[in-house]
């Protein structure tokens, strides 16, 4: 089993910056993938980020250009650098963990086997 924790949610104003973080813990996670998902109220939870173990790394359409996504195996820690962030990215954001995704799949996310209990993020205009 392993168990994810998140942190670095807060409020922050539009254009601002905010780095999140996932610890996971309980088990290896060097053959999975991580990813980020969002969910604001009223609104399914979508993609936003995912990284392998190789370093591969894949971005929803509405943030590539402004988020990062990297990992620290070593420390079993994924983070989520959001950079010019914007009012309609305030949500809960989750990190999750898959055993198993091929390509075409780690944008859904109920391919995810573990998620943490989210963290919120808040942007204000």
């Known amino acids: 089993q392993v168990q994810l924790v998140e942190s670095g949610g807060g409020l922050v104003q539009a254009g601002g910056s905010l780095r999140l973080s996932c610890t996971a813990s309980?088990?290896?996670?060097?053959?999975?993938?991580m990813g980020w998902f969002r969910q604001a109220p009223g609104k399914e939870r979508e993609f936003v980020a995912a990284?392998?173990?190789?370093?591969?790394?894949y971005y929803a359409e509405s943030v590539k250009g402004r988020f990062t996504i990297s990992s620290d195996n070593a420390k079993n820690l994924v983070y989520l650098q959001m950079y010019s962030l914007k009012p309609e990215d305030t949500a809960v954001y989750y990190c999750?963990?898959?055993?198993?995704?091929?390509?075409?799949?780690?944008?859904?996310?109920?391919?995810?086997?573990?998620w943490g209990q989210g963290t919120q993020v808040t942007v204000s205009s």
């Open positions: 309980g088990r290896a996670f060097s053959s999975y993938v």
């Open positions: 999750a963990a898959a055993s198993w995704v091929d390509d075409g799949a780690v944008i859904t996310s109920h391919r995810y086997d573990n």
């Open positions: 990284i392998r173990y190789s370093g591969r790394s």
